[in-house]
């Protein structure tokens, strides 16, 4: 509680002013080129949004989406990233069936072992988010118990600092196994 209360209210407002600025460069991106786009992010609450950790999970995402287009050979149209208070984010125009985006999109937060920390959203060409519903799956469950994490962020049931760590955890044992995996590639 007390880490809460030292974040200042200009980072506060540098955070809101980033969220502002994202939506304004969703509504830009589908303005100009009147498709699909899937906007990326990191679930990561709190203050610090920045940290060399997470410019590492934003990169494994980053590939990972890359991989998801080039696979379904999806034409991509604008593609362009940027970070601030907000923290990592990505922006990608596709001119592809909208749900056949989200889909992929949320096959991928489920398969991949960071997808949990994953924020893949997808908006149609007019700015409308589909939803996990719209294309018939269920909400996401929160990172630390089975709940909405709706229900677990308006109720306060976890707070920064658990949550902090559960991230921490799922980043660890997805980057230590990484290096062994090289390890024994070159020992083996
Ligand atoms: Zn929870």
Redesign the pocket.
């Known amino acids: 509680m007390a880490d809460n209360l030292l974040v200042s209210d200009s980072l506060v407002h540098k955070i809101a002013a980033a969220r502002e600025l994202k939506s304004a460069t969703q509504k830009k991106i589908i303005t100009s080129f009147q498709k699909p786009i899937i906007s990326f992010s990191l679930n990561i609450p709190g203050p610090n949004k920045n940290l060399q950790q997470y410019h590492k999970i934003y990169i494994a995402g980053y590939k990972a989406i890359m991989k998801m287009v080039n696979n379904n050979s999806w034409p991509l149209l604008f593609s362009h990233q940027k970070n601030n208070a907000a923290g990592f984010q990505l922006f990608l125009s596709i001119n592809t069936d909208v749900k056949q985006l989200k889909i992929q999109s949320i096959k991928l937060e489920e398969k991949h072992p960071l997808g949990r920390i994953f924020d893949i959203d997808v908006l149609d060409n007019l700015g409308r988010a589909v939803s996990r519903k719209d294309v018939g799956f269920t909400s996401r ?7 909405n ?1 709706l ?2 962020r308006r109720t306060n ?2 707070t920064l600092e658990e949550t902090l760590t559960a991230i921490n955890k799922i980043t660890d044992s997805f980057f230590s196994s990484g290096e062994l995996r090289k390890e024994v590639h070159k020992h083996g």
């Open positions: 469950t929160c990172l630390i118990c089975s709940n994490p229900f677990c049931k976890h």
